[in-house]
């Protein structure tokens, strides 16, 4: 079974701080991969995905993640974090082996310090 | 983009009693949804697989005669929690497959207290 490992499980920063968010992943297949965050009180909310192509990928808000085949990893960053970008974030994974179903990492709770 | 409306979001309930919780897609059609659950402080657990027409998947160590789920039809799931128990208070997020970027859209979540 695959399985999603976020490294951090609380991350705090001030404003304009760079952020970058650590995810590892176990299958060894092909994969689709994506970030959410969930703003407090709110629901989540697609931040970037990677299907194929360009391992870069760039999201909404700034956001960013590469995914580096060899390490199995798709960290999440942001060049220069904002206060409103204080949330929690899921890494997640998906493959079509497993029936499209979505597995989330752990969480990583971002506080950003105004 | 497509968008998955949830309900109740919040409800409290006696134990021993029911409680239904619908997940609708709104202008498309999702032939399967997701159930999850998620603690707090915790990461999103998925449930079942709600496949329409059909049975659903469920993961191991999800009972099935507790949480039962009716998908009946393409822009509607249900998930009903049965005989609830304190212990089932948690949130419950359904999600679908969103036809027009292929990510998954997620309803707003519904707040279960069992009483």
């Known amino acids: 079974a695959q399985s999603v490992s976020q490294h951090n499980h609380h991350v705090i920063l001030s404003e304009a701080a760079s952020l970058e968010l650590g995810c590892n992943y176990s299958?060894?297949?092909?994969?689709?991969l994506f970030w959410y965050v969930q703003y407090p009180g709110q629901h989540l909310q697609l931040l970037l995905k990677y299907f194929s192509g360009d391992p870069l990928v760039k999201g909404i808000k700034g956001f960013e993640a590469e995914f580096i085949k060899s390490k199995f990893s798709f960290n999440l960053r942001k060049p220069s974090v904002q206060w409103s970008d204080t949330a929690e974030y899921f890494c997640?994974?998906?493959?079509?082996?497993?029936?499209?179903?979505?597995?989330f990492g752990g969480g990583t709770r971002l506080m950003v310090k105004p | 983009g497509a968008v998955v409306s949830q309900h109740p979001s919040w409800v409290i309930c006696k134990s021993g009693t029911s409680v239904k919780i619908e997940c609708r897609s709104l202008d498309f059609q999702a032939t399967t949804m997701f159930w999850y659950r998620q603690f707090p402080k915790q990461s999103l657990m998925l449930m079942a697989t709600?496949?329409?027409?059909?049975?659903?998947?469920?993961e191991q160590g999800v009972e099935k005669d507790k949480f039962l789920i009716n998908h009946a039809s393409l822009t509607l799931s249900t998930l009903t929690v049965t005989s609830a128990h304190p212990e089932d208070s948690s949130f419950y997020i359904c999600s679908a497959r969103d036809p027009e970027n292929y990510g998954y859209t997620f309803g707003s979540g519904t707040r279960l207290t069992v009483v």
């Open positions: 709600s496949n329409e027409g059909s049975k659903a998947t469920y």
């Open positions: 299958y060894g297949g092909t994969v689709n």
């Open positions: 997640a994974v998906s493959h079509n082996n497993a029936g499209n179903m979505l597995t």
